[in-house]
């Protein structure tokens, strides 16, 4: 399994690339990659082709993954298809880049629960039922089963919500003393007290 920051995102709101923006003298990328590290996973960057010149000054070249050409998606499934079409044989851990207070702990219980139980296609968190897709396991065969659909011109919604209705689902409830690792920062004033 990968670990996947996924940075692509345009950032309009904030008014800066979120994965180049510092927090505690390290970039939101960086953070999210030291999470993953910590659980023992390989990570890698999805990035848009407008990102490389700027990440290749901070990651290893090897490590980005471009959004692929072909597709044509935007948003996040853009670049969680371009890392599997990368990457067809490996199960896809999504983390985005602005999810600032996410903790290592939080990542092993999805961990756990595909280890425990491998009949899902994806694992989340559900936080007062609403899922949380960019932080969640993607099993090679759900991610089959997506590019299937978008081949065959049947995916009428590019959201990660409309995805995961499509798959199998394991859903872990948030508990209220972790609702925090869940907030995602869009403007610069949310991060100003941080």
Not at 18 to 44: P, R, Y
Not at 125 to 134: A, M, S, V
């Amino acid at each position: 399994m990968l670990g996947i920051v996924l940075c692509g995102g345009q950032s309009l709101r904030m008014g800066a690339d979120k994965g180049l923006l510092s927090h505690q003298g390290k970039l939101w990328a960086k953070l999210a990659s030291d999470k993953f590290e910590s659980v023992k996973l390989t990570v890698k960057f999805s990035v848009n082709p407008y990102q490389e010149e700027k990440y290749v000054n901070h990651f290893e070249k090897t490590k980005l993954i471009i959004d692929h050409p072909s597709l044509n998606l935007k948003g996040p499934l853009l670049g969680v298809l371009s890392v599997h079409l990368a990457n067809p044989d490996k199960d896809l851990f999504l983390l985005a880049c602005d999810l600032l207070l996410m903790e290592s702990r939080i990542l092993e219980k999805l961990i756990e629960a595909q280890a425990s139980n491998h009949s899902f296609e994806a694992y989340i968190f559900k936080k007062d039922d609403y899922q949380e897709p960019l932080c969640g396991i993607y099993t090679t065969a759900g991610l089959k089963k997506i590019l299937n659909i978008l081949e065959l011109g049947k995916l009428t919604k590019h959201s990660m919500k409309f995805i995961l209705s499509n798959l199998n689902v394991c859903e872990i409830n948030v508990e209220d003393k972790d609702y925090h690792c869940f907030e995602n920062f869009n403007y610069q004033v949310e991060i100003n007290g941080l």
